[in-house]
Nanobody, 116 residues
């Protein structure tokens, strides 16, 4: 089964920046949307940002103005530029791709740690 591969996580100081990338291990067709979820210890997974095949984007209120999602759903690639990082952004970040038929592909997750 084709999986998504995330890169770009790491440790950064508060106020710093990171860029996450996500690409498939093979070919995935008919992607309606891609994006990023995150899950912090003891918390539920939350949607951070999403990009549709029409080019529309949406963001969690907590990251608006700091994070930018970009990519190409026809190539199943998506990026997340994260600026002005805060300790509360610390989490495992998961890339996903949703097909027009409702199926999902997920990445294995990449750790982002923001130190104060």
């Amino acid at each position: 089964q084709v999986q998504l591969v995330e890169t770009g996580g790491g440790l950064v100081q508060a106020g710093g920046s990171l860029r996450l990338s996500c690409a498939p291990s093979g070919t995935i067709f008919s992607i309606a949307a891609m994006g990023w979820y995150r899950q912090a210890p003891g918390k539920q997974r939350e949607l951070v940002a999403a990009l549709t095949s029409f080019g529309t984007t949406n963001y969690a209120d907590s990251v608006k103005g700091r994070f930018t999602i970009s990519g190409d759903t026809t190539k199943t690639t998506v990026y997340l530029e994260m600026n002005s990082l805060k300790p509360e952004d610390t989490a495992v970040y998961y890339c996903y791709a949703r097909g027009f038929g409702g199926s999902y592909h997920w990445g294995q997750g990449t750790q982002v740690t923001v130190s104060s």
